[in-house]
């Protein structure tokens, strides 16, 4: 009898409620300060933080000051507009690698070095 592969689970650090990857979105903090960039394939290293994609979550991140303190460096606009476009974009049914796929990251961010 073969078992089905277990699916990765991560925490939403708004709601604290432990979904599949695939459903949240990545945001990743540098190891030497700056700011924290939208990282949708998972491969850019530094402290990783995931938030839902219900437009609650998001934005609860962005008016809560509580919220704020959580992440050990500052969240600027343009990745709060991302996470805005990522909440009504992509579609939950589809498969991880489609969703990371349609999670477009602006060039200006996408070539930070972290």
Not at 54 to 74: Q, Y
């Given at each position: 009898m073969e078992t089905a592969p277990a699916v990765?689970?991560?925490?939403?650090?708004?709601?604290?409620?432990?979904?599949?990857?695939?459903?949240?979105?990545?945001?990743?903090?540098?190891?030497?300060?700056?700011?924290?960039?939208?990282?949708?394939?998972?491969?850019?290293?530094?402290?990783?933080?995931?938030?839902?994609r219900?437009?609650?979550?998001?934005?609860?991140?962005?008016?809560?000051?509580?919220?704020?303190?959580?992440?050990?460096?500052?969240i600027d606009d343009e990745t709060y507009n991302w996470l805005s476009q990522q909440v009504t974009a992509p579609n939950i049914s589809e498969s991880p690698n489609q969703l990371r796929a349609t999670a477009k990251v602006p060039s200006e961010l996408a070539t930070q070095k972290l």
């Open positions: 990765p689970q991560r925490k939403c650090v708004v709601c604290h409620q432990l979904r599949p990857r695939s459903e949240l979105l990545r945001l990743a903090a540098p190891v030497r300060g700056g700011h924290i960039v939208p990282n949708p394939q998972g491969n850019t290293g530094g402290k990783g933080y995931y938030v839902c219900e437009g609650g979550c998001v934005a609860k991140l962005r008016t809560d000051r509580k919220m704020r303190k959580v992440f050990s460096c500052r």
